[in-house]
């Protein structure tokens, strides 16, 4: 996919953060770009302020919602196309993290937003790239998603292993039919979902760790990649941040 022009693109949580930024890179490069996210608010924010010759569209939908997912994609492929790109950017977490103080319920809220909302949007793309032997989905996951710790939290750790599973499974069972899959795991990201973090962050903090345009740069590089050649796993952290 090294030529995007003409190319179709789904970007889930493409309101604020990561995913804005994805959306904004791919529509600059030519890409039809649909976006969808909980807020129809936000989502207006990203395409009312994108200058870009290709336009970027959008609808709500949430993510762990399965009916509602076939609906935004239906209504996707309307608008754009047969989609050629799927990025798989939802994501929440909640402010108490520890398996001794976490509801149960918000339990079910990050696995079902995280790793079953993945897994909804993946299953809706996977027909029609199999039957075009074509197809890019990189799910965004987290170093939190490699290396459990007690900073993302048991529920948060959890849901992002499980969506670095689910993207290697589908990987391997599609590599023979030129489906190309790649978790994108970063470090500490300038985004909202800081906002929820059990201690505030620092305005200096939040200025030396990855901003979203560094993430987008990550995926742009995968997708303008031959369809000979992928990264299955890619890791990206703040120069400041420890991989151990």
Known sequence: MSDLNNRTAVITGGGSGIGAAIARSLADAGCRVAITGRRQERLDDVTGN????????????????????????????????PIDILVNSAGINTPVRSVAELDPANWDKLIAVNLTGAYNCIHEVLPGMRERRDGVIINISSVAGLRAGTVGGVAYNASKFGMS??????????????????????????????????????????????????CADAVMMVVRLPARANIPELVIIPTTQSYK
């Open 50 to 81: 994108h200058n870009g010759q290709v336009p970027i569209v959008s609808r709500a939908s949430d993510v762990a919602d399965r009916d509602g997912v076939h609906e935004f994609f239906e209504w996707a492929t309307a608008e754009l196309g």
């Open 165 to 214: 599973a689910l993207g290697i499974t589908v990987a391997e069972e599609h590599r023979e039919l030129g489906i190309r899959v790649t978790n994108i795991y970063p470090g500490e990201v300038e985004t909202p979902i800081l906002d929820n973090r059990p201690v505030p962050v620092s305005a200096e903090h939040r200025a030396r760790i990855l901003q979203p345009e560094d």
